[in-house]
């Protein structure tokens, strides 16, 4: 009798586990600021609303995402839904979420314009949803450059502009003048503004012209004489991501490079201890461009609850969930109802930030073509991881810039044909 | 007494379960026994633990075999294309294995370059650290267990967290520089992004690291040898320089052979606290062949787990050359022994 009441405990406890595990959708998160925090607030409304569903909100790190997720992906294995910025180059792990979703009309007006980016070529697939449109584009400490009696230059600045602005600043302060994340899809706006085109004639990757040799032997230039700070470029090896924010928080740099999303990360962290302006992306000889890109929530096909998993989905994509989460965040919708209604009230009381938004929001509008098609062309990820491990050895002193132009073009062709074989 | 009865009452009470598990075990034993042989027998205990080295060590190592041998990015092998000896070539394929940018994959003979260099360089200070501080800490010191102590703790430490004390430590805005401009104003040096010190900082933060280990090895060594031998060398008014050469190092022989070889062996696996603090750079000078071993498998934008598999087998080789040499010199020192 103790034995069968001892084996019905065991499978009372048994299925309950089994029902808590059905209902579980798992999301693997980053954080760039705040986001962090206002997405647990958003998991714990939508649980409270849809208590059969139990979201387990995983915080990590970027480079989790970066590195171990793909690795997840490839072994059938991962997360249910995750927040990606290699939305393209994964595509074929996520889940479509057409059949799923309540109303897949509402997610095509107002997700439509960036699908392709994260679905597999020739579909069209529902996978997900951007949580921010993020554009690249510099910031400039104002308080140094006034402190070192160099105006700040206009807003049709050239890059060479800046530079030597930049550098004025920096010989009068004592700090350094310009840096730029150790990123390729960050070093791809210069470029692109300098004429570059990666793309050639079939889709596929092209040899790198002249717009791109011409931008990068400048910049391999500028850090020589020390107009670029070298330190984020030579930290590390291959195509790891360095960012090179903490320097320009420190007030170590009198113009940084790098992008919308970081507008909540300095407003909080500088706070009140000097000024800064975004100053939109420098000019080239072709265009005035920054990167577009963003961070998607996609759903993982590899899910075993993919019926809660488009419930967690609809209810995060809803034009309300997606205003106030902007909001809060800073961030720039990538809901086309929330950009077209406007009236975005961004949840900070500091004026440098919202000034920055705005700024932002302008620059959208200089966004050359090419640009624009990159997040969602397959390769660009794989020429980024080449350009970045390249110029990062060129930056150490290992090779000229003509030989890394050679190793550039060759290891983006062996890439192409490693994805073929 | 009356206790001592009724504990081993209790004892046969305990134990009765287990004599007739045995018992019944002993039926179907003795019959395979006699059917096997005592070879048999080996065999057949030493089958659970063979089954489990089969499992975590052979069929990995099969795998990855396997892998070496095809092509793509896919991570299951069935979607994988076989490719021979491919990945193999393109590790090999070289002008000047002395010029890494001579080669195809210009990172891996770099990585191979940086790994011997470190190995090289590393093994020998890590030794003359340790014996140094074995022989300091074999004294009668004030306070000699506290050292013994003090010299042994990183090793207790996750080596990610090694990797980060010593980026706090050496970062421009870091402990090293503020010490160093509070002391003699010194302007703050990017130590960590200077190729040559990098390189020495991977070396001196992996001795810090792992010293403490070997040197416990040396310091057991060194109190195994019979006091005696010191007593009588004082007596000859033999000098401490003579003593050193001729009873120390010939008696620490054997614990320095199992030192130096397992120093060789973790050196050259380096991999995490150099990936924490340096990331394998500035450029390529602290990438070393783990790091590139994993950046090619599983960090890179595209990645070619097949070459991963490839450069990790050739790297395997090195440690098995590295294994059986200590097994030779160990089995040369034992049979030195015997006669």
Redesign the interface.
């Known amino acids: 009798m103790q034995m069968k009441s001892i084996l019905a405990g065991a499978a009372l406890a048994l299925m309950s586990t089994t029902a808590a595990f059905a209902g579980d959708v798992r999301i693997m998160w980053y954080s760039d600021g705040v986001e962090g925090d206002v997405m647990k607030d958003l998991v714990g409304r939508f649980m409270k609303e849809n208590p059969g569903i139990n979201v387990i909100l995983d915080n990590v790190a970027y480079s989790v995402i970066?590195?171990?997720l793909?690795?997840q992906l490839?072994?059938?294995n991962g997360p249910d839904i995750a927040r990606v910025t290699?939305i393209k180059?994964l595509s074929k792990h996520w889940l479509d979420l057409r059949p799923l979703v309540k109303d897949a009309k509402y997610w095509d007006e107002n997700y439509g314009a960036q699908a392709d980016w994260m679905r597999p070529d020739g579909s069209n697939q529902i996978s997900g949803f951007m949580t921010q449109i993020t554009l690249t584009g510099g910031f400039a400490n104002k308080t140094l450059f006034e402190q070192a009696g160099v105006p700040l230059p206009g807003p049709k600045a050239t890059w060479e502009e800046w530079a030597a602005a930049s550098k004025k600043v920096a010989d009068s302060q004592k700090i350094f003048a310009m840096a730029i994340d150790r990123s390729g899809h960050r070093l791809t706006a210069p470029l692109l503004s300098y004429g570059a085109n990666y793309v050639g004639k079939d889709g596929k990757p092209a040899p790198l012209d002249k717009g791109a040799k011409d931008f990068m032997t400048k910049f391999v230039g500028w850090v020589a004489d020390g107009s670029f700070s070298?330190?984020v470029w030579?930290?590390?090896?291959?195509?790891?991501y360095?960012a090179a924010a903490d320097d320009f928080i420190?007030g170590q740099l009198a113009f940084y490079y790098s992008g919308s999303w970081q507008v909540a990360n300095l407003a909080t962290k500088i706070g009140n201890n000097f000024d800064w302006v975004a100053t939109g992306s420098p000019c080239g000889p072709a265009a005035c461009t920054g990167m577009p890109g963003g961070a998607a929530l996609v759903a993982v096909k590899y899910t075993k609850n993919p019926k809660e998993v488009a419930a967690v989905m609809d209810w995060f994509a809803q034009e309300k969930i997606v205003k106030e989460f902007s909001e809060r965040t800073l961030f720039l919708p990538g809901n086309k109802s929330v950009v077209d209604k406007g009236g975005l009230d961004f949840k900070t009381n500091n004026a440098q930030a919202k000034a920055a938004l705005t700024k932002y929001v302008e620059a959208t509008k200089s966004t050359s073509e090419t640009a624009l098609k990159l997040p969602g062309w397959r390769w660009s990820?794989?020429v980024?991881?080449a350009i970045v491990t390249r110029v990062?050895?060129t930056?150490?002193?290992?090779?000229k810039i003509e030989?890394a132009f050679a190793?550039i073009d060759a290891d983006i062709a062996q890439?192409v044909k490693?994805?073929?074989? | 007494m009356t206790s001592t009865t009724t504990s081993s009452h209790l004892g046969a009470l305990l134990m009765a379960p287990v004599n007739a598990l045995m018992r019944v075990v002993d039926i179907p034993l003795r019959g395979l026994q006699k059917s096997t042989g005592i070879g048999g027998m080996a065999a057949f205990f030493l089958a659970p633990n063979m089954l489990i080295f089969g499992i975590f060590v052979l069929l990995p190592l099969f795998i990855n075999i396997v892998y070496s041998t095809t092509g793509g990015t896919a991570f299951f092998l069935s979607e994988r294309s076989f490719v021979g000896t491919e990945q193999y070539q393109r590790l090999f394929t070289c002008t000047n294995y002395l010029d890494p940018m001579s080669c195809q994959e210009d990172a891996f003979w770099t990585a191979v370059g940086n790994t011997f260099w470190f190995v090289v360089l590393q093994v020998a200070l890590m030794i003359l650290v340790s014996l140094v501080t074995a022989l300091i800490l074999n004294r009668d010191l004030i306070g000699r267990s506290f050292w013994r102590a003090v010299f042994f703790f990183p090793v207790l430490l996750s080596p990610v967290v090694v990797g980060l004390i010593w980026k706090w430590i050496l970062q421009r805005q870091g402990l090293l520089n503020f010490i160093l401009y509070e002391i003699g104003n010194v302007t703050p040096y990017t130590w960590l992004t200077d190729r040559n010190w990098t390189f020495i900082a991977t070396i001196g933060v992996s001795i810090w690291a792992h010293m403490g280990l070997y040197t416990l090895i040396l310091l057991a060594g060194l109190q195994a040898i019979p006091k005696d031998l010191y007593e009588a060398a004082e007596m000859d008014g033999t000098k401490p320089a003579r003593v050193f050469w001729r009873i120390t190092l010939p008696l620490l022989a054997p614990n320095l052979l199992v030192v130096v070889v397992l120093a060789l062996i973790k050196a050259v696996q380096i991999f995490d606290e150099v990936y924490v603090l340096t990331g394998g750079g500035p450029g390529t000078s602290t990438l070393y062949l783990t790091q590139y071993i994993y950046e090619t498998g599983f960090a890179s934008a595209l990645r070619n787990p097949g070459l991963a598999a490839a450069a990790s087998i050739l790297m395997g080789l090195v440690l098995v050359v590295l294994t059986l040499m200590q097994l030779g010199l160990g089995r040369k020192n034992e049979n030195k022994g015997k006669r």
């Open positions: 970066k590195e171990q793909p690795v490839e072994a059938g290699a180059d070298k330190d030579v930290s590390a090896a291959g195509s790891t360095r420190n990820d794989t980024y991881a990062g050895q930056l150490a002193g290992e090779m030989d190793r890439k490693d994805a073929g074989q």
